[in-house]
C-alpha cells in the first residue's frame, strides 16, 4: 500500500498526466534506449515508431494515477502486461533501469514541479507496481517451467497464403514431437533478425486448433499506409522464411481465453487479421463438435483480405448450432451476396442476433476503432460489460479505467 505521504503527490499527478504524460513518455524511451539500446529487442519498435508505444505508457501512468485508491481495477490490466513481458523475456533486472529512466523523465519535462516529495512519491509507487509485476512473471514463468527469454527452434513445416495480405507458417519441433499445449486465444513471439542486425520480437496469435502436432500463426504483411511504417517483421517474415527453415518463438502466453467447457452461448466477433485467434477457437470447438450456439461474425474489406475462409466453412460443417455473419465493406464485383458475405458495410450486428447470445460471452479481436463500436453496440444492446473480453495491448485497453 501507498505511504500516506506520498499518496497527495499522486493524486495530486492525475491532471499533470493528462497534460504531460506524451512528452515524458517520449522522453522516458528517448533516453532509455540511448543508454540501453540492447533493450530495443524487447519494445516494438514498428509501434514506436508510429507513437503508439508511447501513448500506452502515458496512458498507463494516468491510469496508474487515477486508480491509485482502486487498484484492483487495474488487475486485468496488469494480467494483460504481464503475459506480454513473459512473452519477450521480461525479467527482474529490467525493472530498476526502467525505474530510473522514468522517474528521470518526469523530472526532466516537469522541472521545476517535479519536487523531491513529488519523484521520492512516484519512485515509491513505481516500486509498489513493479514488485506486483515481478512477483506475477515469476509465478507465471514457474507455472511453464521456463526461465525469463527462453526460447525454442521449431522449424516452418508450411508456408500457405490464406488471403492476399495473410499468411499461414505451420511450424514443428525439430525432433519431430508434438509442439506442445496452448489455449485457444494465446499467442507466440517471434524473433527476427533484420538486416541491420537488429533482433525484434513480434507476437503471432495461434491460430489452429490445440491439441495437434503442429503450431499454426497467420501474419499479416503490414504495408506502409501514410505516417504508419511498413512492418518490419511482417514483412521479413513474408521475404526470408520458407519451408524448412527454423524460427526461434517464445512458448504461449496471453490471456486472451474464450472460455471453452461452458454450456452459455459463445460470441466471437473479429475484423481483419483478428480473425486468427478466433479460428484457433472455433477449430478447437469444431474437433469436439461442440453443441453450444456460436456466433461467429468477421468483418473485412472484400474476399481478397478475407482470410481463412476454409477453415470457417470447414468448421460451420461440424456445429449445428453455428451461425454465421460476414461483412463486406466493399465488396469486388464477383463477390456473392449470401455466399461469401452476409452484409455489405462495416459490422453492425442486428440487436435481435446481440439478443439472443446475450446470456453468453461475447469475445472481441480487431482493429481498435472495430473494438470500440462493437463495444458500444453490444452495451446498447443490453449485454453486460462483464460478458465482453477484447483482445488488445494498447492504450485502448485503459478506456474505461482512465
Given amino acids: 500500500m501507498l505511504s500516506a505521504s506520498s499518496l497527495p503527490y499522486i493524486e495530486a499527478s492525475v491532471p499533470v498526466l493528462r497534460a504531460h504524460g506524451g512528452e515524458i513518455s517520449k522522453v522516458f524511451y528517448r533516453n532509455l534506449f540511448d543508454s540501453h539500446p540492447e533493450l530495443t529487442q524487447l519494445f516494438n519498435m514498428g509501434n514506436q515508431a508510429a507513437g503508439t508505444q508511447q501513448q500506452a505508457l502515458a496512458a498507463a501512468l494516468f491510469a496508474y494515477a487515477a486508480n491509485i485508491h482502486n487498484t484492483d481495477a487495474l488487475g486485468p490490466v496488469i494480467n494483460r502486461i504481464v503475459h506480454k513481458?513473459?512473452?519477450?523475456?521480461?525479467?527482474?533486472?529490467?525493472?530498476?533501469?526502467?525505474?530510473?529512466?522514468l522517474i528521470g523523465a518526469i523530472k526532466e519535462v516537469l522541472g521545476d514541479a517535479a519536487t523531491p516529495p513529488l519523484l521520492n512519491a512516484w519512485d515509491e509507487a513505481y516500486w509498489l507496481l513493479a514488485r506486483q509485476f515481478i512477483a506475477a512473471e515469476k509465478k507465471l514463468y514457474?507455472?511453464?517451467g521456463l526461465q525469463p527469454g527462453d526460447l525454442r527452434q521449431m522449424k516452418v513445416l508450411s508456408k500457405t497464403a490464406t488471403s492476399d495480405e495473410v499468411s499461414t507458417f505451420t511450424l514443428g519441433c525439430m525432433d519431430g514431437s508434438p509442439a506442445g499445449p496452448f489455449i485457444p486465444g494465446q499467442y507466440i513471439s517471434v524473433v527476427a533478425t533484420l538486416p541491420t542486425g537488429q533482433s525484434q520480437q513480434?507476437?503471432?496469435?495461434?491460430?489452429?486448433?490445440?491439441?495437434?502436432?503442429?503450431?499454426?500463426?497467420?501474419v499479416k504483411r503490414v504495408t506502409?499506409?501514410?505516417?504508419?511504417?511498413?512492418g518490419e517483421v511482417s514483412n521479413w517474415l513474408y521475404k526470408n522464411i520458407h519451408p524448412g527453415d527454423i524460427l526461434l518463438v517464445s512458448s504461449p502466453f496471453g490471456d486472451f481465453t474464450p472460455a471453452l467447457n461452458k454450456t452459455t452461448p459463445i460470441a466471437l466477433l473479429s475484423a481483419g487479421v483478428g480473425i486468427t485467434p478466433m479460428i484457433s477457437v472455433l477449430n478447437t470447438l469444431a474437433q469436439s463438435k461442440c453443441p453450444r450456439s456460436i456466433l461467429f461474425a468477421h468483418a473485412t474489406r472484400h474476399g481478397a483480405?478475407?482470410?481463412?475462409i476454409e477453415d470457417v466453412k470447414a468448421a460451420k460443417n461440424k456445429l449445428p448450432g453455428m451461425v454465421m455473419h460476414t461483412f463486406y465493406e466493399n465488396p469486388r464485383?464477383?463477390?456473392?451476396?449470401?455466399?461469401?458475405?452476409?452484409?455489405?458495410?462495416?459490422?453492425?450486428?442486428?440487436?435481435?442476433?446481440?439478443?439472443a447470445f446475450s446470456e453468453g460471452f461475447f469475445y472481441l479481436c480487431g482493429p481498435h476503432a472495430f473494438m470500440q463500436?462493437?463495444?458500444?453496440?453490444?452495451?446498447?444492446?443490453?449485454?453486460?460489460?462483464?460478458?465482453?473480453?477484447?483482445?488488445?495491448?494498447?492504450p485502448d485497453l485503459l478506456e474505461q479505467l482512465a
Fill in 142 to 144: 514457474d507455472a511453464n
Fill in 85 to 101: 513481458h513473459a512473452s519477450v523475456g521480461v525479467c527482474p533486472a529490467h525493472y530498476p533501469i526502467v525505474g530510473q529512466f
Fill in 373 to 394: 463500436v462493437q463495444w458500444k453496440n453490444l452495451i446498447a444492446a443490453g449485454v453486460s460489460p462483464h460478458h465482453i473480453q477484447r483482445e488488445v495491448f494498447g
Fill in 224 to 230: 506502409q499506409q501514410d505516417a504508419a511504417p511498413a
Fill in 202 to 218: 513480434r507476437q503471432y496469435s495461434l491460430s489452429d486448433a490445440q491439441g495437434l502436432a503442429h503450431w499454426r500463426i497467420s
Fill in 333 to 355: 464485383p464477383h463477390d456473392r451476396l449470401e455466399i461469401d458475405y452476409t452484409q455489405q458495410g462495416r459490422m453492425r450486428l442486428d440487436p435481435a442476433v446481440i439478443t
Fill in 305 to 308: 483480405t478475407h482470410a481463412h
